[in-house]
């Protein structure tokens, strides 16, 4: 449930759905009830629930932590009981449409099952899994190429919400709806393609008001500061990002908030406003030590903790003159950076090199930005990475010897300049 960011009431909700593929008929699975399952006093549900829930989260009822009947350990295995062999393919080919959690990334609408013609919680838990797999994939390799599978997702969710069952259910498909083109938008920010992102933000701003949804709109606002940043219009970036700051999520949460005031200071530092960059900063690293991590937290924000705001703080400390600074950010945001986010590793190792190079240190710079190309191996690299490291080609030009300067190009020129 933390996983699928699932309130009892959704579970119970995707259950009876489920259940309704089968039998025609929702069924009457109650908050009780799974408070009653997560407490462990009904340690194995009915079959029909057991069923239910596996189509649901895509593990079987033992690994979901259940107990068989007469079974004195987790780990034994399962003996079905008589029929229901032939009622789980019954069950799992009618509800697959709209309970599985993983779904295609190929856009081929011919591909999609039949949907029913009512729209519930499993079709919004369905397709929040897509877009928790797109972000993965943005994590590995970046968001470029992404765009199209995004803008499919973000059909989907809208030709759905009109045959809502709920006015809950609604507004959550137009809150995904809202995740999905803000997804596509950062595709093409991420590969440095920058026509076309204003309108799909607008769109994405529209979206999140439809789904009265303040986190989403503070998602398009940091999108729309990063983008104003990229064409160079900082003022426009800062407007976007304060934007941002006065949210109804970043006023009542600390991981929003310390976003929004890091987002803020990166705008204010490429703008030259130095002072303001650094206090924004400071409330950035205070929000931070307030928020509980261990919250579940929506897919778009899953990146950000002590490692993003160490990334950001290199950046700040950089642009405002302060390599010693961004050198040591960029250590310590490579040494809370997990394994998943190969991308930002690659993108906070270019950062460092041009840390080192602004010092005079231009050898360790050379060895550093080898990794970028190392840590990136058998991906293309993203375009606003390209960008960052033809920065990094251009002072390292300026400071270098040029035989070293010339060196670099030619060993890195495929990888660096490929498409």
């Given at each position: 449930?933390?996983?699928?960011?699932?309130?009892?009431?959704?579970?119970?909700?995707?259950?009876?759905?489920?259940?309704?593929?089968?039998t025609g008929r929702p069924g009457a699975t109650s908050?009780?009830?799974?408070?009653?399952?997560?407490?462990?006093?009904?340690?194995?549900?009915?079959?029909?629930?057991?069923?239910?829930?596996?189509?649901?989260?895509?593990?079987?009822?033992?690994?979901?932590?259940?107990?068989?009947?007469?079974?004195?350990?987790?780990?034994?295995?399962?003996?079905?009981?008589?029929?229901?062999?032939?009622?789980?393919?019954?069950?799992?080919?009618?509800?697959?449409?709209?309970?599985?959690?993983?779904?295609?990334?190929?856009?081929?609408?011919?591909?999609?099952?039949?949907?029913?013609?009512?729209?519930?919680?499993?079709?919004?838990?369905?397709?929040?899994a897509g877009i928790e797999r797109l972000v993965a994939?943005?994590?590995?390799?970046?968001?470029?190429?992404?765009?199209?599978?995004?803008?499919?997702?973000?059909?989907?969710?809208?030709?759905?919400?009109?045959?809502?069952?709920?006015?809950?259910?609604?507004?959550?498909?137009?809150?995904?709806?809202?995740?999905?083109?803000?997804?596509?938008?950062?595709?093409?920010?991420?590969?440095?393609?920058?026509?076309?992102?204003?309108?799909?933000?607008?769109?994405?701003?529209?979206?999140?008001?439809?789904?009265?949804?303040?986190?989403?709109?503070?998602?398009?606002?940091?999108?729309?500061?990063?983008?104003?940043?990229?064409?160079?219009?900082?003022?426009?970036?800062?407007?976007?990002?304060?934007?941002?700051?006065?949210?109804?999520?970043?006023?009542?949460?600390?991981?929003?908030?310390?976003?929004?005031?890091?987002?803020?200071?990166?705008?204010?530092?490429?703008?030259?406003?130095?002072?303001?960059?650094?206090?924004?900063?400071?409330?950035?690293?205070?929000?931070?030590?307030?928020?509980?991590?261990?919250?579940?937290?929506?897919?778009?924000?899953?990146?950000?903790?002590?490692?993003?705001?160490?990334?950001?703080?290199?950046?700040?400390?950089?642009?405002?003159?302060?390599?010693?600074?961004?050198?040591?950010?960029?250590?310590?945001?490579?040494?809370?950076?997990?394994?998943?986010?190969?991308?930002?590793?690659?993108?906070?190792?270019?950062?460092?090199?041009?840390?080192?190079?602004?010092?005079?240190?231009?050898?360790?710079?050379?060895?550093?930005?080898?990794?970028?190309?190392?840590?990136?191996?058998?991906?293309?690299?993203?375009?606003?990475?390209?960008?960052?490291?033809?920065?990094?080609?251009?002072?390292?030009?300026?400071?270098?010897?040029?035989?070293?300067?010339?060196?670099?190009?030619?060993?890195?020129?495929?990888?660096?300049?490929?498409?």
């Open positions: 449930m933390s996983e699928r960011g699932m309130s009892v009431r959704e579970l119970a909700d995707a259950v009876n759905d489920a259940i309704g593929q089968l908050e009780r009830t799974v408070y009653r399952w997560l407490s462990g006093q009904n340690r194995w549900p009915q079959a029909r629930q057991r069923l239910a829930l596996e189509a649901v989260t895509g593990l079987s009822a033992v690994r979901l932590g259940f107990v068989p009947r007469g079974k004195q350990h987790d780990h034994d295995p399962v003996r079905p009981e008589e029929g229901s062999d032939v009622e789980r393919r019954r069950f799992l080919g009618a509800a697959a449409s709209t309970a599985a959690v993983t779904i295609s990334l190929t856009p081929n609408a011919s591909a999609r099952p039949a949907r029913p013609s009512r729209v519930g919680t499993a079709d919004v838990v369905r397709l929040r994939l943005d994590d590995e390799r970046g968001g470029h190429g992404l765009e199209h599978v995004a803008l499919a997702g973000a059909a989907e969710a809208l030709g759905l919400q009109e045959r809502a069952a709920t006015q809950r259910v609604r507004q959550r498909l137009f809150a995904l709806a809202t995740d999905y083109t803000a997804q596509a938008a950062w595709s093409r920010i991420d590969a440095g393609q920058l026509d076309g992102v204003e309108a799909r933000l607008e769109r994405a701003l529209t979206l999140a008001g439809l789904a009265q949804d303040s986190e989403r709109s503070m998602q398009v606002w940091n999108l729309r500061a990063m983008l104003a940043r990229q064409r160079g219009a900082h003022h426009e970036a800062v407007a976007a990002a304060e934007a941002g700051l006065v949210t109804a999520v970043a006023r009542r949460s600390p991981v929003h908030a310390s976003l929004a005031h890091a987002r803020t200071a990166v705008c204010l530092a490429h703008s030259g406003q130095a002072r303001p960059a650094l206090r924004h900063l400071a409330r950035a690293e205070d929000k931070l030590t307030k928020a509980d991590l261990q919250q579940p937290r929506s897919s778009w924000l899953v990146f950000y903790g002590p490692a993003e705001l160490h990334s950001l703080t290199a950046i700040v400390h950089d642009v405002v003159g302060r390599p010693a600074e961004a050198e040591a950010a960029s250590h310590h945001a490579l040494a809370e950076l997990g394994p998943a986010y190969r991308r930002n590793r690659a993108h906070t190792l270019a950062r460092l090199a041009l840390a080192q190079l602004h010092q005079g240190d231009i050898e360790q710079a050379f060895a550093t930005s080898g990794a970028v190309f190392d840590v990136m191996a058998g991906t293309v690299l993203p375009g606003r990475l390209r960008l960052l490291l033809g920065d990094f080609q251009r002072d390292l030009l300026a400071r270098a010897p040029r035989p070293m300067a010339h060196e670099w190009t030619d060993r890195y020129r495929t990888q660096w300049s490929g498409s």
